[in-house]
């Protein structure tokens, strides 16, 4: 028994050794990599995540994998972090000092947490297999809810909703998904902690679809009662309803919903049930598709409500949250310097013909009746050798596929079969 655990000790030393060996940072990778560097200045950008931090002031996103910090009015945006990571989804601790975000800089999506100015970076989630994203603060900054990933068959999945101590640890469930195919996504929660909204996909047929239509319903709201323990649908009906966010006073939830062709920011009075637009004017939203980072991008109210700050069409908009006001969508104007590191493609020579070919299959191979000839076909032909050579011979020039060759008697002829279309 004694000699079982030290073999058993060793071979879990030596495979641990082997893991550090071979490990790497993916900020960091090793071997020989031909970099170019990729410098530009850009005032819109694709698929922007955005969050409003408590005070008011000041704003984060993320752009290509990097996230970045801006004034509430715009101008100029400072990286606060960059890297060969994909890094999105930014979001203020309650108390403004920290930002939550989702990094693969650990190998996989999971869960990390650095200071406002991008110092202190750490890997908080350290899930391999069942990755997270989408994570959202709780009011006491304590605690995160996530959006944790599943498979099966299928290569994307569906998801659940967890809660993490900003220590870390293994998370605590908070929703069941309903199947391994249709997602659940895009959680906030309440400024008194209690609800945990989110969005699933509700659409017809138990699985995932290609084919969908999103003026029925594909996405519906639901709401998670950690007190008592429930899940209720909140918003549904036509053209779905995804991304929520609730406001800070918890009287209105904001939500993204497809009206025929176009996605539109509306808000929802939780009181009266009522439901008005307040922007119609979004990118198209991803209900019909894999919403693994969600159906919509990230946004954000302002501390005092009456603002949303939200990204569309490149650009990143203030949207008055009254919906009887007049006033015109804003855009708030931003410049940011994009710093990147773009590897020369690896490309495989693979040439189209060789003079010489190295014939791994062989069919209806004899030999000539004094032992020093061979005959076979290959490659649709017959082929001769000495049997102490290494080169074949065709034996022919013809077109046509020959096939079971035959030594007369006396080893001077061949007789085969031939065949042509």
């Known amino acids: 028994m004694k000699s079982l655990c030290v073999i058993l000790m060793t071979t879990l030393a030596l495979q641990s050794l082997h893991a550090q060996e071979n490990s790497w940072e993916v900020n960091d990778p090793p071997g020989d990599w031909t970099w170019n560097e990729v410098n530009f200045s850009t005032s819109e950008g694709t698929w922007m995540n955005v969050d409003v931090s408590p005070d008011g002031q000041t704003i984060a996103f993320d752009l290509l994998g990097d996230i970045y910090t801006l004034p509430i009015d715009g101008g100029q ?56 994203n989408n994570a959202v603060w709780t009011p006491d900054g304590q605690y995160f809810v996530a959006r944790k990933h599943f498979t099966s068959q299928r290569s994307l999945g569906a998801g659940e909703m967890w809660m993490y101590h900003i220590s870390g640890g293994s998370g605590i469930q908070l929703t069941e998904r309903r199947n391994d195919q249709q997602d659940v996504n895009e959680p906030s929660v309440s400024m008194d902690g209690r609800y945990v909204y989110f969005s699933e996909d509700m659409y017809p047929g138990g699985y995932f679809q290609y084919n969908k239509d999103p003026n029925s319903q594909i996405y519906v709201i639901k709401r998670y009662d950690r007190q008592e323990d429930k899940v209720e649908t909140i918003l549904s009906g036509p053209g779905g309803a995804c991304r929520p966010q609730i406001s800070h006073d918890g009287k209105r939830l904001a939500f993204v919903r497809r009206v025929r062709t176009q996605s539109v920011l509306m808000v929802h009075e939780l009181e009266t049930g009522q439901t008005f637009t307040l922007h119609d004017n979004l990118s198209k939203d991803q209900q019909e598709a894999w919403a693994i980072f969600g159906a919509y991008t990230g946004y954000d109210w302002t501390p005092d409500d009456k603002y949303i700050v939200i990204w569309a069409n490149g650009k990143i908009m203030k949207v008055n949250t009254d919906p009887m006001a007049e006033e015109e969508a804003k855009e708030i104007p931003f410049t940011a310097e994009v710093e990147m590191q773009v590897a020369e493609t690896r490309r495989q020579a693979n040439p189209v013909h060789t003079d010489r070919v190295d014939v791994n299959v062989i069919r209806h191979l004899t030999t000539s009746p004094d032992g020093n000839t061979l005959a076979f076909s290959a490659v649709g032909h017959l082929w001769v050798m ?36």
């Open 77 to 132: 945006a400072d990286a606060v972090r960059r890297g060969l990571a994909w890094e999105v989804q930014p979001r203020f601790s309650p108390d403004g000092s920290q930002l939550l975000f989702t990094s693969d800089a650990g190998g996989g999506d999971n869960v990390w947490v650095m200071n406002v100015d991008g110092s202190e970076a750490r890997q908080i989630t350290k899930e391999s297999f069942r990755l997270l």
């Open 386 to 421: 000495d049997k102490d050579d290494d080169r074949a011979t065709r034996l022919t020039d013809h077109s046509e596929f020959e096939f079971e060759p035959s030594f007369s008697p006396d080893g001077n002829q061949l007789a085969y079969v031939s065949w042509d279309d």
